[in-house]
């Protein structure tokens, strides 16, 4: 299985970001995104996907550029660290960096051995937002 899916719900309201958090076999898993970066009102829930196959990120390209739901975001990151229960990964562009910042994916979600590149893919779930 390559691709992997997620349902994240908001966690928590910073100044700067915005965090949604889900639980992946008893790890947290969390993803901030730079306010600026959300849809107003904020989302409730963000659907995510993790992919590491080349073609099967072919395959969803599609798929989003057919969504005309609540909105979707992408992101290439890059390995950069292995730690205790997750891999660390940073977004690939200078242009990315300031819309996501490290991306640490628990380690379940991933191959042992860590893919040197993953996609992650983004729909803003429309059906629930907070102020």
Not at 1 to 25: A, D
Not at 86 to 94: C, G, I, L
Not at 104 to 114: H, V
Request: glycine share 4%; net charge neutral; charged share 25%.
């Amino acid at each position: 299985m390559t691709t992997i899916y997620e349902l994240f719900c908001f966690n928590k309201n910073t100044p700067k970001k915005v965090r949604w958090s889900t639980s992946v076999e008893g790890i947290t898993f969390y993803l901030y995104i730079p306010r600026p970066a959300i849809p107003i009102p904020f989302p409730e829930m963000v659907k995510l996907k993790v992919i590491h196959d080349p073609d099967e990120k072919k395959y969803y390209f599609l798929q989003l550029s057919e969504y005309r739901g609540g909105g979707t975001f992408f992101f290439d990151l890059v390995f950069h660290s292995e730690h205790t229960e997750t891999y660390r990964y940073n977004p690939e562009s200078e242009s990315d960096r300031l819309q996501i910042g490290d991306v640490y994916i628990p380690k379940p979600l991933l191959p042992s051995d860590a893919p040197r590149k993953i996609t992650v893919l983004g729909v803003w779930d429309s059906s629930a937002f907070i102020i």
